[in-house]
């Protein structure tokens, strides 16, 4: 009997890795992009959008190609769980917004959330759109 992936060495040893750039580009984006507070949440919003972008063009990549079934789970652990699942961060987008209405900027909170959702979908959209491409369907 075979054990479940997440009980697999060499699984949890691609998410790790995957998590370590998502971190560290994560981390580097942060100090490039820092902002004080009180303002647009600039760091945290460009990697949510990046990361759904990348993870809508993988999976559908992914599902558009004749992968064998275990390089396709590689390439999703690696990349969609590790990678991106470490570059974004919506509990930081929580509490940023919470910050942002503890200091008396609840419109900007507002039109923060709504824009990462709103346009999470979008990237999510455009990266399946261009995962269509890669995998070779028009």
């Not at 060495?9 to 820092?34: D, F």
């Not at 990697?47 to 559908?60: D, P």
């Not at 079934?69 to 940023?96: D, I, P």
């Not at 910050?99 to 039109?111: D, E, F, K």
């Amino acid at each position: 009997m075979s054990r479940p992936v997440y009980r697999q060495p060499a699984a949890l040893a691609l998410v790790a890795v995957g998590g370590m750039a998502g971190t560290t580009v994560r981390a580097l984006t942060a100090a490039a992009l820092a902002v004080p507070p009180g303002h647009w949440p600039t760091a945290t919003f460009t990697v949510n959008l990046v990361g759904a972008f990348i993870l809508g063009m993988l999976l559908e990549a992914i599902s558009s190609q004749d992968l064998l079934a275990h390089w396709a789970l590689r390439f999703r652990l690696l990349l969609g769980t590790g990678f991106c699942g470490a570059l974004t961060t919506y509990s930081t987008l929580a509490v940023e917004a919470d910050l942002l209405i503890r200091s008396q900027h609840p419109v900007l909170a507002g039109t923060y959330v709504i824009a990462s959702v709103l346009l999470g979908l979008i990237a999510t959209a455009a990266g399946i759109w261009a995962g269509n491409l890669l995998g070779g369907r028009r």
